[in-house]
Structures are given as structure tokens and as C-alpha cells.
T-cell receptor, first 117, second 113 residues
């Protein structure tokens, strides 16, 4: 069974500082990995994904994520945080093999990022 | 460009009542799914569909029914609401293919009293 762990419920950073939101995964085979962001009272918005190729993936709003197969991690990063980045962030994994698991996107529990002015 | 539209945005039900949460997408996506979001538990898959006429159960299907008569619509039915179904419900759609990302609606906040 596939799973995602986001070990930090909350992350606090000062505006202008770099931020990291951690994610580790468990899946048989090569994973497809996704990051989503949820602003208050809104749906989830796609940020970026890793499918194959370069381990460093760049996405929306200046975010990037690094895929590390040996550590089964896919941490979200941004060089300089903004107050407007404050939101709930979800990591998700999909098993690309055939069958029912191919359709299922498994989410972590989410990490609340607060960027302080 | 509407994307994924969910109605209603808010709903209060009494225990035992039934209702249907509506979901419509205008992107001609084959895949659609319903999730519920509960504090500290992330999103959990209720039901999903890979095309019109084809549905399957997710992680937490009990108490919910779905059908998919058209590509555009994927309603979620609560048969007999229970307080444990108090949650925020999200509908999502995505194009065919294993590497595609999902597009989410803005959610329905349901309270069962």
C-alpha cells in the first residue's frame, strides 16, 4: 500500500528566509509525486510534480521540490518565503503501475506553513 | 473557465437525512473523484470514476453512493447522514494518464447534527 508522511504539522519561518516542507513516501516501484497548496476556505491547487528525469522540479509561485530516491523523500522548498505563502501544504503520491492503484492519489496529513512578517 | 464546480458550498443536515453533493467539470476529464478532508487526516478517497458508467470505491466508501452518467457530472449521495460524515468534501478531476495532476473544486462544508 502506498503512503505519505509529512512529519511536521506546522512550520514557521520569517519572511525572506528559505523554507522547507518535508515529505517522505512509501510506494512499490517508481512513484509519481505531487505537491498541492490549500489557502483558507479554498480547494487544493497544484504546485508541482515529479514524474521522471531531473530530481529538482520547479513549480508555481517560486516553489521547487527535490526528489531523493534513496531517502524516499520529496521536500518542498522556496529560497525566500513570502507572507502570502502561508497556507496548508499537501504532499501526495501515485503508483504509476496499472490497476486500481494507478488512479489513487494518496495524500499526507498536511503541513501548515506560517510565514511571519 | 469554470473548472470543477461543487454545489452547495455549505450544508447542514439532520441525522438520517439524505442529500446529494453536486460536482461538474467542463474540462472533458475522464477521471473524477471525491475526497473528504478531516482535521489531521489529510484527504481520503471516497469514490472515483475513470469514465462515464464506471465507478469504484476508495478508502472510505461506506455511507456514500456515486454514479457517473455523463463525463461532466459526478454526484455524491449520502444515503442516511451521520455525525461522522461531518467533513469538508472535495471533488477532483484529471485527464486520462498516470502522470496528470488533479484539479479540485472549492469544497462543500457539511455538518450533520
Amino acid at each position: 500500500a502506498q503512503s505519505v508522511a509529512q512529519p511536521e504539522d506546522q512550520v514557521n519561518v520569517a519572511e525572506g528566509n528559505p523554507l522547507t516542507v518535508k515529505c517522505t513516501y512509501s510506494v512499490s516501484g517508481n512513484p509519481y509525486l505531487f505537491w498541492y497548496v490549500q489557502y483558507p476556505n479554498r480547494g487544493l491547487q497544484f504546485l508541482l510534480k515529479y514524474i521522471t528525469g531531473d530530481n529538482l522540479v520547479k513549480g508555481s509561485y517560486g516553489f521547487e521540490a527535490e526528489f531523493n530516491k534513496s531517502q524516499t523523500s520529496f521536500h518542498l522548498k522556496k529560497p525566500s518565503a513570502l507572507v502570502s505563502d502561508s497556507a496548508l501544504y499537501f504532499c501526495a503520491v501515485r503508483d504509476p503501475r496499472g490497476g486500481g492503484s494507478n488512479y489513487k492519489l494518496t495524500f499526507g496529513k498536511g503541513t501548515l506553513l506560517t510565514v511571519n512578517p | 473557465n469554470a473548472g470543477v464546480t461543487q454545489t452547495p458550498k455549505f450544508q447542514v443536515l439532520k441525522t438520517g437525512q439524505s442529500m446529494t453533493l453536486q460536482c461538474a467539470q467542463d474540462m472533458n476529464h475522464e477521471y473524477m473523484s471525491w475526497y473528504r478532508q478531516d482535521p489531521g487526516m489529510g484527504l481520503r478517497l471516497i469514490h472515483y470514476s475513470v469514465g462515464a458508467g464506471i465507478t469504484d470505491q476508495g478508502e472510505v466508501p461506506n455511507g456514500y453512493n456515486v454514479s457517473r452518467s455523463t463525463t461532466e457530472d459526478f454526484p455524491l449521495r449520502l444515503l442516511s447522514a451521520a455525525p461522522s460524515q461531518t467533513s469538508v468534501y472535495f471533488c477532483a478531476s484529471r485527464p486520462t494518464g498516470t502522470a496528470t495532476e488533479a484539479f479540485f473544486g472549492q469544497g462543500t462544508r457539511l455538518t450533520v447534527v
